[in-house]
């Protein structure tokens, strides 16, 4: 069995050879819940936090792609604001969505990572180089992860991940540290 500071050291590595981030969205972007108004609207909470840790990562060069099962102008709208490469909503099948991605980049999986948090996420966590997921998703998922948050979904998590991995990419600098 390897030891913490093996795994950390693992991942890490992984982390450094990313060149593509897939994000599902509820659950992950948000806190997973959906509210309804009065005239049956659904809302969505996204914390500008993450979106800047998306930003920094894109502006590494790392591609950000957000796969959802779920179909909404809410999350069309935030993820044209930030600049997503792909947006891919209704979608059945995760894996193959990503995978078309990853091929139009010429990317091997090694340099893909994916952030989910149920069922529908769990065959792509198999397939990515840093398969990252949530304390609250089920147990099998959590198994095959290499990173899992620690801040609340919807509140910082994906900042947090996007933090992780602009660490341990070569020759990145935070443009705010010289500011």
């Not at 600049?83 to 091929?103: D, F, P, S, Y």
Request: aromatic content about 8%; hydrophobic content about 40%.
């Amino acid at each position: 069995m390897a030891t913490n500071d093996s795994h950390q050291t693992a991942t890490a590595q992984r982390a450094a050879t990313i060149r593509l981030l897939g994000l599902d969205v509820d659950g992950t972007l948000t806190d997973g819940g959906l509210y309804f108004g009065n005239d049956g609207e659904v809302m969505k909470r996204f914390s500008v936090f993450d979106g800047q840790g998306l930003r920094l990562l894109m502006d590494h060069g790392v591609k950000v792609v957000w796969i959802t099962a779920r179909s909404s102008l809410i999350v069309e709208k935030r993820a044209k604001d930030l600049g997503i490469h792909a947006l891919v909503q209704g979608c059945k099948t995760k894996l193959e969505a990503l995978n078309n991605i990853r091929q139009e980049l010429a990317l091997d999986w090694s340099h893909c990572a994916f952030f989910g948090d149920d069922w529908p996420d769990y065959p792509v966590l198999k397939a990515v180089g840093l398969a990252c997921t949530t304390p609250h998703s089920p147990e099998p998922m959590k198994a095959v992860a290499h990173w899992i948050n620690t801040r609340p979904t919807g509140q910082g998590a994906v900042r947090e991940l996007c933090d992780f991995i602009l660490s341990h990419q070569a020759g990145y600098a935070n443009p705010w540290m010289n500011a």
